[in-house]
């Protein structure tokens, strides 16, 4: 499959084009959160310069990256727990049903 020429996007009343390995779709969602997480900080700051409001839209979804990666990090270790947690079970019922155990087998 060909890979697109390129994809114009607006972000904050400026034309891009995107070029990368990323389907147009998603350059253009990635272009939209950013245009509007632009227009969102403009609006409350009621700043017009944009590359003010650029960093301040940076620094916002950087934020929110770095919270989401703890997220995701806590939800994960939670999971190897819990796998480690249920293996020890698995472990315990299987042997307790083993012939050497003295159960009734498998």
Not at 70 to 99: F, I, M, T, Y
């Amino acid at each position: 499959m060909d890979q697109p020429a390129g994809t114009r996007v607006i972000i904050y009343d400026q034309v891009y084009h995107l070029k990368g390995g990323a389907e147009r779709s998603h350059m253009e969602t990635v272009a939209s959160y950013v245009d509007n997480r632009m227009h969102s900080i403009a609006a409350k700051t009621q700043t017009v310069d944009s590359l003010r409001v650029a960093v301040l839209a940076a620094l916002h979804i950087a934020d929110e990256l770095l919270r989401l990666r703890q997220d995701h990090e806590r939800l994960q270790n939670r999971v190897q727990a819990k796998s480690a947690e249920w293996s020890a079970l698995l472990e315990e019922a299987l042997d307790a049903g083993s012939p050497a155990a003295g159960g009734a087998g498998r």
